[in-house]
C-alpha cells in the first residue's frame, strides 16, 4: 500500500491506540497492524483470537455520547461498522446475521403483528423484519443516535431499514421504554454488540424479565447471545437468564464470516408452552423468499439453526426446559 495512503488511515482513524478497556475488557486495535493497512479486532473477550480485515479507507470515525464509531472501506468485506474496536457487521455478510435474527422469532409465532427491536441502530434488523407479510408495527429504541445517523449516511443498504414507514424509531434506553409499554408486543428482538460497554446490562436476567412485562400473552424475544466456540460459559448464562423468565428457551446459530469463530447464536424465548422455535410455524415459498430477497434464511435454515454440537447441548441440557 502507498505511503500516502496508509498516512491517510491512520490519520483518521484515532483507534489505533493500545489497551483500551470497557467494562474490564480489554479492546485493543494494533498500531503495527493499522499500519500495514489492516484494522485487527483484539479484545479479551475472546483471548488468543483476532480478526483482520485489509482497509482501503476510512470513512467516518467520531466518539459518540456512548462509545466510538467508525466505518471503514474494506477490500474484500466492503464497508464495516465497528464500535468501540468490535465489527459490528460487514456489508459482504451482514445479511446472514439480520436475517437470521429477525426469521427464527418471527416465523416461531403464528401472527407477529407488533415488534420491538432493542439496538439494531445500523437498521439491518429493522430491515428484515419489516419483509415479514404480517408484520404491521415495528417500533425500534436505540441509545446511540450516532450510530443512527452514521448508519443511514454510510452504511444505506442497512439504514433503509430505519426509513421504512412499518418503524417508529425512539433514541433512548430500552429498559425505560419497556417499563412504559406493557403487554405490547407480539416478539422482541434485541440486537446489540456484545457484553460489554453500553450493551453489557442486555444479558442480564432483570432485563429478561422486563422483556416478559412487555410482550402480549404468547410473545416470544430474540436475543444475540455470542458463540459457543470461545464463550460457552456466557452463552450457558445468556440462556439460564432467559429460561428465568420463559416458558420455552432455545439456542440457534448461524454463520457470519466476520464475526470471532465465524459463527454466532441466539437465544429464544417463548410465553407459551406451545412454542416450537425448532418447527417454524410460517413457511415461505421459494417465490416468496425470492420476493423478500432472502439471501439466507429459509425454513430448511431455520430448522438446521437448532442442531447444535454436541457439546453445546450437553452444556445446555440441564438448563432446556423441553
Not at 128 to 154: C, F, G, M, W
Request: charged share 20%.
Amino acid at each position: 500500500m502507498p505511503l500516502n495512503k496508509v498516512d491517510t488511515l491512520i490519520s483518521h482513524c484515532p483507534l489505533v491506540v493500545e489497551g483500551m478497556v470497557i467494562n474490564g475488557h480489554k479492546v485493543q486495535v494494533s498500531m503495527d497492524a493499522m499500519k500495514t493497512g489492516w484494522f485487527s479486532e483484539i479484545n479479551d473477550f475472546w483471548p488468543g483470537v483476532s480478526l483482520s480485515l485489509e482497509l482501503e479507507n476510512t470513512l467516518h470515525r467520531e466518539k459518540s455520547q456512548y462509545q466510538d464509531v467508525l466505518v471503514v472501506q474494506t477490500k474484500t468485506y466492503g464497508k464495516a461498522l465497528i464500535l468501540d474496536g468490535i465489527i459490528q457487521c460487514t456489508e459482504k455478510d451482514e445479511f446472514a446475521y439480520q436475517e437470521m435474527i429477525a426469521f427464527l422469532p418471527l416465523c416461531s409465532h403464528p401472527n407477529p403483528k407488533n415488534v420491538l427491536i432493542v439496538g439494531g441502530g445500523d437498521g439491518g434488523v429493522a430491515r428484515e423484519v419489516a419483509k415479514h407479510p404480517n408484520v404491521e408495527r415495528i417500533v425500534q429504541v436505540e441509545i446511540d443516535s450516532t450510530v443512527l445517523e452514521v448508519s443511514k449516511k454510510y452504511l444505506p443498504f442497512m439504514g433503509v431499514g430505519l426509513n421504512n414507514p412499518k418503524v417508529t424509531l425512539n433514541v433512548g434506553d430500552g429498559f425505560e421504554f419497556m417499563k412504559q409499554h406493557t403487554k405490547e408486543f407480539d416478539v422482541i428482538i434485541t440486537d446489540s454488540s456484545d457484553p460489554i460497554g453500553p450493551a453489557e446490562c442486555l444479558f442480564q436476567e432483570s432485563y429478561f424479565s422486563l422483556m416478559k412485562t412487555a410482550l402480549k400473552p404468547g410473545g416470544i424475544v430474540c436475543s444475540q447471545a455470542g458463540t459457543a466456540w470461545m464463550n460457552l460459559d456466557h452463552v450457558v448464562k445468556t440462556f439460564q437468564h432467559c429460561k428465568s423468565s420463559f416458558a420455552i428457551v432455545d439456542y440457534g446459530i448461524t454463520s457470519v464470516p466476520s464475526y470471532p469463530t465465524g459463527q454466532i447464536g441466539f437465544v429464544l424465548g417463548g410465553l407459551s408452552t406451545e412454542t416450537n422455535f425448532k418447527v417454524p410455524k410460517r413457511i415461505f415459498t421459494e417465490e416468496e423468499l425470492d420476493k423478500m430477497n432472502l439471501r439466507y434464511y429459509s425454513s430448511e435454515v431455520h430448522k438446521a439453526a437448532f442442531v447444535l454440537p454436541r457439546f453445546v447441548e450437553k452444556a445446555l441440557k440441564s438448563y432446556r426446559t423441553t
